[in-house]
């Protein structure tokens, strides 16, 4: 018997097209966490779930289809990997633009096909609808590899505070898109990276190796919001050194260009999908033999009490106040 050769059945053949084969092996330390973290954790597989919805998460007249779902891809990596964790197993949820053309759809079948595959994650499963607006949505599952997880609530007074990479990029990609797209050729790194953002996957495992045991999640809403987060997660203050924020060189220069703040990005520009971790400084944060994560950069210092504070270069010290973006 054959199935019937419909639209549908044709198209999820194609995303299921060279899936990463489904491997046996179970999470070897069982542990649970229910919601609050980047993921939860359940009989040891780290849990979880983003959805990114066209002209709010992405577009395409903007992005290529292959952009739009590498985007989504490490939206959801980087959540297991700030848990220190590897990711191993997808369910993948996709509303097709009853406007796009087969060819986009076809594109857009093949980047999610390899994109879980090239990172060795089995997709086993999910669902296809169509609609007037786009629509990928993962559910994505993880573990760890000695049962060692990163949580917000690790952060203790007296750990210094890091964050992987530089800062600012997304925003002040996106930033050029919306305000100057003529320009966008002149920083043209930083429209790459908000439409499809290159991250160290691997950099929570790589953290566990190296002897981090404080707190960590992934900059996803902007550092001012995520350092709240964990402050408040961990019942710690914090406090962020201005002259050591790690703002990239490009968005240094695309604000000089343009006369602007490079703190607005660095501080509250979201889909960074850096982590934010602390550390207690009692060992080196790179052990011998451990490869080396790209960049790592210290910013400031946790303290007892609550809050975020910025001490600036110049005026003192003032509350830091999340600035997360808000879809409600």
């Not at 993921?39 to 992405?58: M, P, Q, R, Y």
């Not at 703002?247 to 602007?260: K, Q, R, S, T």
């Amino acid at each position: 018997m054959k199935f019937p050769d419909l639209g549908e059945f044709r198209f999820v053949s194609k995303i299921l097209d060279g899936v990463a084969p489904l491997k046996s092996d179970s999470p070897a330390h069982r542990s649970w966490l229910s919601a609050g973290d980047d993921c939860a954790i359940f009989d040891g597989w780290l849990a979880t779930k983003d959805l990114s919805v066209e002209n709010t998460h992405f577009r395409l007249d903007w992005s290529s289809p292959e952009q739009a779902v590498e985007k989504h891809i490490v939206s959801n990596v980087s959540d297991v990997s700030s848990m220190g964790g590897r990711p191993c197993i997808a369910l993948f949820g996709l509303c097709v633009n009853k406007s796009w053309s087969k060819e986009t759809c076809d594109r857009i079948a093949k980047a999610v096909s390899q994109g879980f595959a090239r990172r060795g994650i089995t997709l086993i499963g999910g669902d296809t609808v169509s609609g007037d607006v786009g629509m990928f949505s993962t559910t994505l599952l993880g573990k760890t590899d000695d049962g060692t997880t990163l949580l917000r609530s690790g952060a203790k007074p007296g750990d210094r505070v890091f964050v992987t990479g530089t800062l600012g990029k997304s925003d002040a990609g996106l930033w050029l898109l919306m305000n100057h797209p003529e320009e966008a050729s002149r920083f043209q790194r930083l429209v790459d990276y908000h439409l499809s953002p290159q991250i160290c996957e691997d950099a929570g495992v790589q953290l566990v190796k190296q002897g981090v045991r404080g707190a960590c999640m992934d900059i996803s809403d902007g550092l001012s919001s995520e350092a709240n987060h964990l402050a408040l997660s961990s019942s710690v203050s914090i406090e962020i050194d201005e002259e050591k924020l790690p703002i990239d060189p490009d968005v240094i220069e695309m604000c000089d260009y343009f006369g602007l703040s490079p703190l607005k990005f660095a501080l509250n520009g979201g889909e960074e999908y850096q982590l934010l971790f602390t550390f207690d400084g009692s060992n080196s944060i790179y052990l011998k033999g451990t490869p080396k994560i790209a960049e790592i950069h210290e910013i400031g210092l946790v303290n007892s009490g609550c809050g975020v504070f910025f001490k600036k270069q110049v005026g003192g010290r003032i509350i830091l106040n999340a600035q997360a973006w808000s879809h409600l």
